[in-house]
Structure formats: C-alpha cells, structure tokens
C-alpha cells in the first residue's frame, strides 16, 4: 500500500511539473508583415508639450508569471503608473494609476488574483497630484488604455473627472470601474481614419502628439496610445497586450494561468502582439512602454514642481 501511495504521489508531482513546464513554455509569436510603405505618421506637438510619469506603487511577482519563457526564480516588479501629457490645449492623464482606495480595489479581485498579488501602494495619484503642486484645473479628462481595477483606482481622487474609454457601449467595464460614483464616462469616437496599421484612430489634440487607436483583445475597451514629444521621442503606451517588454521582443503571450485570469481575448491579445511587436522592429523611434514595465519609461522624467512654463 505504502509503495502505491508513493507512486501516486510521484506520479502527481510529476503531472504538476509537466503542466507548469508546459504553462511556461517559451512560444514565440509570428511577427505581422506590414505594408512596405507604412511610414511614421506626422506630429506637430506644440513646443511647450511635456510628459511626466507618476509612480503610484507596484505589484512583485516573477518573471514566469509575466511572460511565456520566463524564469519562475527571477522577481520582477508590476510598475502601476498614470502618465500626466501637458499640452496648451489642456492636461490628460494616460490611465490613473493606484488611488488612495487601491487596498479595497484589490480586495474586489478573484481570490487567485489576490493570492498571487503582493502590492505596493507608493503614493496615491492624488496625493502625488497635490504634493507636486498641480493645477488640477488644467486637467480635462483621463484616457485609459482599458478598465482594469490597476488603471482606474486612481480615479477616486479625481471625482467628476471625464474619463474616456475605447469599446463599444457596455462592453468591456472592470467591476471596480463599474462601481466608482461619479465617473463620467465617455466613448472615444475613433473617426481619424488609420494609423500605423490600425484601420482607425483618434487624435486627442488633432496635432498628431497623442493618438488614440482600438486594441482590443485584453480587453473588449482596450487601447494603445501614441504620444509624439516636440523633442522627436514618441512613445506607444500598450495597456496589458503585455506585462512586461519581453512580450514583444521575443515576442511571447502571457503564460496560460495569466491568460486565464485576465485576457477577455487570448486569439485577439496573440495579434495586438504580433502587430506591436512587428512595430517595434520597423520603428526605432518608438518606446514601447507595457503599463507594468517601468524600464522602457525610465527616460519619461517623474512627476515635480510644475516647470515654469506650465505654471499659472
């Protein structure tokens, strides 16, 4: 009997290890072939046109858990951030980060998330906010890459603030989203026609320095969003179609438990990658910035004391 037990137990461990090899197994994506005369689009960001990232906290895992093929015994951390776009015609906020409720935010979660989660609230968006002595007149509204709880929590220290979402109505709303008072929620209509391979977009100032284009996949409301700086950098921030940069270098989908838990689309996130990351092979002049990566946005300068020339 004892020789049985044991081979059962064996035969289980083995099963185990066999399912989290495969789970993580590294499958490289296909690449999307693009159009041979897809050009960079062109920006005229004003010149007083500034972007700032705000740290708000973050999440620690491993590497395995971010990407397929990474290693289970390498940590990595889940950067949570909003990104403040300055611009003449008025400030934005690309997603908004950890607020000052992100504790309960995360305790609306499934209970697998919540195990798997070990979160790190730095400074709340609207205690950074007011630390840094922002005008928070100057801010018109808040775009999210989608409705996730870790994108919108951050969204009750800004009541009332208009908050524009990608999707088609009723579709794609993260219960914590769903349960927030006093969002003013709004659709993005995408109506200026195609950008860097997607069929349609949105120009946020129509001066081409934030364009917003549908991504959906991770979510039904998912979006990326283009931002042409008047010093020639330009970034795409990419939402979740990946954790962590890797996912389009290599390019890799998110391992098979992640998926599960998170992508509303698994087929759908597979091509958001491949076309990303056939992006970033064309245009080098591109930082790719995954929303939980807070290494392709180490050059975007952290929220401060408001520059002279934004200061009222």
């Known amino acids: 009997m004892k020789t049985i037990l044991i081979r059962v137990c064996a035969?289980?461990?083995?099963t185990l290890v066999l399912a989290m090899a495969w789970m993580h197994w590294p499958v490289r994506l296909p690449v999307a072939s693009l159009p041979a005369d897809l050009h960079l689009p062109p920006a005229d960001p004003p010149p007083t046109m500034t972007l700032q990232r705000v740290d708000t906290g973050a999440m620690h895992s491993k590497a395995g858990l971010s990407y397929r093929g990474g290693s289970l015994l390498e940590g990595r951390s889940f950067a949570m951030a909003a990104y403040l776009v300055r611009h003449p015609r008025g400030d934005l906020l690309i997603d908004a980060g950890l607020g000052r409720d992100a504790a309960a935010h995360l305790h609306r979660q499934p209970a697998l998330?919540?195990?798997?989660?070990d979160l790190e609230v730095h400074r709340p968006l609207g205690d950074q906010l007011d630390a840094a002595g922002y005008d928070r007149d100057r801010l018109?509204?808040?775009?999210?890459?989608?409705?996730?709880?870790?994108?919108?929590?951050?969204?009750?220290?800004?009541?009332?603030?208009?908050?524009?979402?990608?999707?088609?109505?009723?579709?794609?709303?993260?219960?914590?989203f769903a349960s927030l008072e006093g969002v003013d929620a709004r659709r993005l209509?995408?109506?200026?026609?195609?950008?860097?391979?997607?069929?349609?977009?949105?120009?946020?100032?129509?001066?081409?320095?934030?364009?917003?284009?549908?991504?959906?996949?991770?979510?039904?409301?998912?979006?990326?969003?283009?931002?042409?700086?008047?010093?020639?950098?330009?970034?795409?921030?990419v939402g979740d179609i990946v954790w962590q940069r890797e996912g389009l270098e290599r390019p890799a989908e998110k391992p098979w438990l992640a998926q599960r838990l998170v992508d509303a689309d698994p087929e759908g996130v597979r091509s958001q990658i491949g076309h990303l990351a056939a992006l970033q092979a064309r245009f080098e002049e591109i930082v790719f910035v995954p929303a939980h990566d807070a290494r392709p946005a180490e050059t975007i300068e952290h929220l401060g004391p408001p520059s002279p020339q934004h200061a009222s």
Do not use: I, K
């Open 140 to 176: 018109t509204g808040v775009l999210l890459t989608h409705t996730h709880w870790d994108h919108v929590s951050g969204l009750t220290d800004l009541p009332g603030m208009p908050v524009w979402v990608g999707g088609e109505q009723g579709e794609g709303f993260d219960d914590v």
């Open 189 to 237: 209509a995408f109506d200026d026609g195609p950008y860097l391979g997607y069929p349609r977009s949105h120009d946020v100032f129509e001066d081409g320095s934030v364009v917003a284009v549908p991504a959906p996949g991770h979510t039904s409301d998912s979006l990326v969003v283009f931002v042409s700086l008047p010093d020639d950098r330009r970034f795409a921030f």
């Open 11 to 14: 035969g289980l461990v083995g």
């Open 113 to 117: 998330m919540q195990a798997l989660s």
